[in-house]
């Protein structure tokens, strides 16, 4: 059992994470998109297609926006096989999509988790700065499933008012960080802390229904405020005028 806790020093901070987190988030990643790809019915380029997407299409940003190393997927041996595999399984045998039920929606936030946590840690072995490092972990966390609703002609998921999706992802991407770089934190904790937390967000929004604001405007309630001052000190200037 590691421990929780490690002295911080660089040699710690650039460990990657074990390769079979990488995996294991292209499979689940994959699995949200040919969840999708079941529910319109689509051919099986279709199915492969949103499972390229879903699985891969986060770190493909993310590797982009970098520009640090190589491009995982191609790099991998295992990735892009894996990522096409589950998309030709699913569609061979639909049926268990179609009896899942609510685990969809707990794939669906696990693959966030996943994401994000791969994502935040790979900027945080390249050295970047914290908010390079959440932005990538934001990025690799949703970019899979942006990638996925523009290629289907919607508006991405993350740009309209939901329960918390892309928050989820920056709150696990925080947590990591905080957890291995402030609090020197074993990475194997702050993995598992990471995943906690972005999917009990997750489902604490679903619970309670809390979703991200629309339509927000302050400019009235800034406004009247200002109004009102102004209006003060023109009454108190011809106050002084008559004195």
Known sequence: MPE?????????????????????SVVVGSATGIAVARRRHLDAVGFVGLALLCGLGGGLIRDIMMQRGGVYMLDSAFAIPASVATGIVAFLFPQPLDRAGKLLEWLDITAVALFALVGTDKALVSGLLPASCLLMGVMTGVGGGMLRDVFLGEVPHIFLRSNLYAVCALAGSATYWCAVVLGSMNKFWGALLCIVVTIGLRRWSLRYNVQTPADVDLGPSVSKPVKRAATLVRISRRRARRR
């Open 4 to 24: 929780i806790f490690a002295s911080l020093s660089p040699e710690l901070v650039a460990v990657s994470l074990p390769t079979w987190v990488d995996l294991a």
